[in-house]
């Protein structure tokens, strides 16, 4: 079981001359949560992006779940089984969060070329959407419009949504932001249970989540893998403390 | 074909195109810094031609009629900018779009109210009415060839002002970062209203140059406005280099396809079909380069992603 | 029953009653005004597809009303000049039954939906605008200049089409049909909008990013979308051609695709009744100001330039006050 189901290999992307990417290889295996960290510009964003599609890198492969996906577009990649959630909030702003999940649940579903029976009415959408919601919290919140959520609340129908896809690996793109002490706590728990149904690829800020939550941590600095490994190696390695150490004192 | 009459339709292709320039010019401008949609570009472009009948039937100066339509359009686009166009830069395209089309049903019924339905003619000076002979032999109007001479300065005379003067920095600093320019202390809403009177005045003076070729009436304007917008797709929006690169592909298809294709057809059809045929094909010609451009370069020739 | 589902109501009533009134008071033409409002209101649903549920700012939906309008204009053409639309490889000739037009107008709306619509789709925004209007123009130049259908003078129907045991030549009988179509339609239209498929367009309106994120192709659902817009309005434009009994490149015009988007925009866009209402209130507006002044287009525009600035849900909008349309 340690086949890895996401495999990145040699990933490179430069915009003129910056390298945002630079000869990245990653894997993620199934039940563990591969956290990605990195100083602010490290290219965090611009590897997730190529990894969901969006953004084509210059040289290296992704093979997923045992396919070759570097060239198919992101929805093909969603339908293979990533599920992804992002940085900053992407969600149909005037829906409703029950409609938004249900666009989740009709994704999965994959048949979307149904014209006349209203989707809203649809028991088995709303049963998937609805348990998706009562999982992340947010049940309670499911006739609110989506843009009169916080935005932590935000990030959580994101994982809503993503939970209703029921992917086969996870993307998570800063999930804690804006959520609180409280509530990250909280987000902690559920990732920790969630690694389980799926892996989880998380970039966060949250370095308390980090180190609680992930078996294997990898450090991009400048587009540049430059360790990976459990918490107390990651902890250990100098080149990680320099990385930082050097950035708090640039500070 | 003879060689001579191909040469004579290239040079009236230019023609065409420089014209073309002139309007997509300020059209892409205008996008390209304020982010807007304009559909009233055509009725600025009527307005500097009423404008220059309006001059020289009361004075008889072909060049006052030209200053009047620099001044007409740039005053007019002046006002719109004032009064309804800067209402629109934060608003969706839909809003802009039909923004912009009322404003050309208030142009033009407001012009047919003014000076009638009848169209107005606009006589080139006597100085330029004949044909001057250019090397090799071939008879050329001189009007014509004077629109492509104004077309190419004013095109080489926009490069200038948006590669060397402050205005043209400004413009450009607008088309890729609105706070930036606001932040360096520049006076935006003055900034789109010159800008928005500059596009203006050279539609305007497309106008009242294409006035004197063909006749002067309410609606001119619009077909031309959408062969800009042609020119427009095809060489990327925001790009003056691109509007140039356009104008001239769109004004040599145009002019070449109507008289080439229907011969083209006559190798092989009978002749009544290959008029219809060929007339008809060069009608879409230019839609196909459209067409084809889009299919290669979704984003135009000079357009970024 | 909310303040939106009465307005809806009172708006869907309007034209027959009114036709009805007409009938009693021997107004046919009052009878054929009404009628030529539920054709355009029904061009303004298929418009209302693309623009208010898709999102998709078409400037050239003229394409597909004059296309319907042509598609009838030539079958009847031919068949009351006895002569076959073609005879090699098979042998097609003209019709007067409205049926097989409408049918051949929808397959014709939806076919160039379906090329204008794979390109133009492949851009978005400003030059979506500018694309759709361009290929809308094309056809209208390319009617213009094409002689054997009345090229710009376009061509004339001495008698309108039939429908079977029904007499099209009463002003009250061709009401009905149009506005059957159009109830029909509406109901479609409302079916379509809070399906699956219409929940996953209205979110690509919003937010391409998250439909795709949940593996669905927004280049797929708007080309549909398109596509659905494009036969309804060429529906339209065979009902409309058929209540003038003529056809010509006019229909096919620019000013056409903006004057049914104003019916939209007037009424509220991405509201289903909302064409209805506009198309009502154009035509309203059309016999009143018109009445007064040859230039009512200028009074049009001033009306127009006002809603788009002041009041944007339209009229149903400023009726109902602040709800969320779609519902």
């Given at each position: 079981m340690t086949e890895p189901l996401l495999h990145i290999e040699r990933l490179s992307k430069s915009f003129g001359a910056l390298k945002?990417?630079?000869?990245v290889s990653l894997t993620l295996k199934p039940g563990e949560i591969h956290a990605l960290i990195g100083p602010n510009g490290a290219g965090k964003s611009t590897l997730i992006k190529q990894i969901a599609g969006g953004l084509a890198p210059d040289a290296g492969r992704i093979h997923f779940a045992g396919q070759?996906?570097?060239?198919?577009p992101t929805p093909a990649r969603a339908r293979a089984g990533l599920g992804r959630t992002f940085q900053i909030s992407s969600l149909a702003?005037?829906?409703t969060v029950l409609q938004n999940a249900v666009l989740g649940a009709v994704g999965q579903r994959?048949?979307?070329?149904?014209?006349?029976?209203p989707v809203m009415g649809d028991a088995e959408l709303r049963a998937t959407a609805m348990a998706a919601l009562e999982r992340v919290g947010l049940a309670d919140h499911a006739?609110?419009?989506?843009?009169?959520?916080?935005h932590g609340q935000r990030r959580l129908l994101e994982v809503a949504v993503a939970l209703t896809?029921?992917?086969?690996?996870f993307l998570m793109?800063?999930?804690?932001?804006?959520?609180?002490a409280s509530g990250s706590k909280r987000l902690t728990g559920f990732l920790d249970g969630l690694r389980s149904e799926a892996p989880i690829l998380l970039v966060e800020h949250d370095m308390d989540a980090v180190f609680a939550l992930a078996d294997r941590i990898s450090v991009l600095v400048y587009g540049k893998v430059i360790a990976t490994g459990t918490a107390e190696e990651i902890r250990a390695n100098p080149e990680v403390r320099e990385a930082y150490l050097g950035e708090e004192d640039a500070a | 074909m003879s060689t001579l009459l191909l040469i004579e339709q290239i040079l009236n292709g230019l023609q065409f195109g420089v014209m073309l320039f002139l309007m997509a010019a300020g059209l892409t401008l205008i996008f390209g810094v304020m982010g807007l949609i304009n559909l009233a570009h055509g009725s600025l472009y009527m307005v500097g031609a009423f404008a220059a009948a309006a001059v020289a039937g009361a004075t008889g100066s072909f060049l006052l009629a030209l200053i009047a339509s620099l001044i007409a359009a740039a005053a007019a686009g002046a006002i719109i900018e004032l009064?309804?166009?800067?209402?629109?830069?934060?608003?969706?395209h839909l809003d802009q779009v039909l923004a912009t089309f009322a404003l050309i049903l208030i142009f033009s019924e407001g012009t047919r109210w003014l000076f009638g339905s009848f169209p107005l003619y606009l006589d080139i000076p006597s100085a330029l009415a004949g044909p001057v002979t250019l090397p090799g032999g071939i008879q050329y109007p001189a009007y014509r060839l004077l629109i492509i001479v104004i077309g190419g300065v004013i095109a080489l005379g926009l490069f200038q002002l948006i590669a060397r003067t402050r205005i043209g920095i400004q413009i450009r600093a607008g088309e890729s970062d609105r706070e930036m320019i606001a932040a360096l202390g520049v006076d935006i809403s003055r900034l789109y209203t010159i800008v928005f009177a500059l596009g203006a005045a050279l539609a305007g003076l497309a106008g009242a140059l294409v006035g004197a070729l063909q006749s002067v009436q309410v609606g001119m304007g619009e077909p031309v406005l959408i062969l800009a917008f042609v020119v427009i797709v095809i060489g990327g929006i925001g790009s003056i280099k691109g509007a140039f690169v356009g104008a001239l592909l769109v004004g040599l298809t145009d002019t070449l396809g109507k008289v080439l294709l229907p011969g083209l057809f006559g190798a092989f059809m009978e002749p009544a079909a290959a008029t219809a045929v060929g007339s008809s094909l060069a009608s879409m010609a230019i839609y196909i380069l459209m067409a084809a451009v889009l299919l290669f370069r979704p984003t135009g020739l000079y357009g970024s992603a | 029953m909310t303040r939106s589902a009465l307005i809806n109501l009172v708006l869907f009533a309007m034209l027959p009653v009114t036709a009805l009134i007409a009938l009693a008071l021997d107004e046919p033409f009052i009878i054929t005004l009404a009628t030529k409002a539920a054709i355009l209101a029904l061009a303004g649903v298929g418009l209302n597809i693309a623009?208010?549920?898709?999102?998709l700012v078409s400037l050239g939906h003229a394409a597909f009303f004059g296309l319907g309008g042509y598609a009838m204009g030539i079958l009847a053409h031919h068949a009351q000049t006895f002569?076959?639309?073609?005879?090699?490889p098979f042998l097609i000739e003209g019709t007067k039954s409205m049926p097989v037009i409408w049918l051949t107008a929808v397959i014709a709306g939806a076919l160039a939906a379906l090329l204008i619509g794979a390109l133009s789709l492949r851009t978005s925004g400003v030059y979506f605008i500018m694309i759709t209007l361009a290929f809308g123009q094309m056809l209208y130049y390319f009617a213009i200049s094409w002689?054997?259908?009345?090229?710009?003078?376009g061509l004339s129907i001495y008698v309108r089409n039939g429908f079977p045991g029904?007499?099209?030549?009463d002003p009250i009988q061709f009401f009905a049909i149009a506005f059957v179509i159009l109830a029909a339609v509406l109901f479609i239209a409302g079916r379509l909008a809070s399906s699956p498929f219409g929940l996953a367009l209205a979110a690509a309106r919003q937010n391409p990013e998250r439909v795709e994120t949940v593996g669905l192709s927004p280049y797929r659902l708007r080309l549909l979308a398109f596509v659905i817009s494009g036969a309804i309005t060429a529906l339209a434009g065979a009902l409309f051609a058929d209540l003038n009994r003529f056809v010509s490149p006019t229909m096919l015009s620019w000013h056409m695709s903006g004057e049914i988007m104003i019916f939209v925009i007037l009424g509220g866009?991405?509201?289903?009744?909302g064409p209805v209402a506009g198309a009502a209130l154009f035509i309203l507006l059309e016999h009143i100001l018109g009445g007064l002044s040859d230039f009512w287009h200028v009074y049009l525009g001033l009306l127009l330039l006002l809603v788009v600035l002041f009041?944007?849900?339209?009229m149903i909008g400023a009726l109902a006050g602040r709800e969320v349309a779609h519902d």
């Open positions: 945002a990417t630079d000869d070759d996906i570097t060239t198919l702003m005037d829906y994959g048949t979307v070329w149904r014209f006349f029976k006739t609110t419009r989506t843009a009169e959520l916080s896809l029921q992917p086969r690996a793109d800063e999930p804690m932001a804006g959520l609180g | 009064a309804v166009i800067r209402r629109l830069y934060d608003r969706d | 623009l208010g549920l898709g999102g002569t076959p639309l073609m005879e090699a002689p054997a259908y009345g090229g710009e003078d029904l007499n099209t030549l866009v991405g509201r289903l009744y009041a944007r849900g339209g």
